[in-house]
């Protein structure tokens, strides 16, 4: 698949709005990318951020692939059996968060446990970095598996946006770029 046969669904974290996240400018070069808008950014609740990318999917005109980032990949977990079945061809999710450990952190985010561990009903591809603040790469990597997502290793990598340097994340393009050319047009 090319991503001109789909629409990039990006759906982005707590309160991200910098404008130098590797989503936002990934949104910005993508013809067919279409950003998740929350009524209120500052408090994602859960069932308007699952309403609001189920609404999303359905609305598109071409088969979906979500790109997920940290609160965005706990939304498309809990939206995924809800979704309607063949629109999503596939899932990008990077920066998983541990809300069991830093959920307190975030109040709002406690509506999104418990985590969902149900295989998803996509292909997905986890991204996570062994020294993500917000979450272990072996809580992430136990997600993922649960999720039966393909699990790529980053290594030291943060949170994977803007504050540990990945703004423009060439290397992230390029992973669901090859991602991408391994899922199923329709």
Request: charged letters at 20%; proline letters at 9%; glycine letters at 10%.
């Amino acid at each position: 698949m090319k991503s001109a046969d789909a629409t990039i669904l990006i759906l982005p974290g707590f309160a991200e709005d910098d404008g130098d996240h590797w989503y936002q400018r990934w949104h910005s070069g993508m013809k067919t990318a279409r950003r998740v808008e929350l009524a209120d950014p500052l408090d994602p609740g859960r069932d308007a951020y699952v309403g609001a990318v189920t609404a999303a999917v359905i609305a598109a005109d071409r088969p979906v692939v979500l790109v997920a980032h940290s609160l965005g990949v706990l939304a498309a977990v809990h939206a995924a059996p809800t979704l309607p079945a063949d629109r999503v061809r596939g899932a990008f999710l990077a920066g998983i968060p541990d809300l069991e450990r830093h959920g307190a952190a975030f109040e709002r985010a406690v509506g999104y446990l418990p985590v969902p561990r149900d295989p998803l009903p996509f292909p997905s591809l986890a991204v996570v970095s062994r020294t993500d603040p917000w979450c272990s790469f072996e809580v992430a990597e136990d997600l993922a598996g649960a999720w039966g997502s393909r699990v790529i290793d980053v290594g030291d990598s943060g949170h994977l946006d803007a504050d540990s340097g990945h703004g423009p994340w060439p290397e992230g393009l390029m992973t669901f770029g090859k991602f991408l050319s391994r899922l199923q047009p329709a």
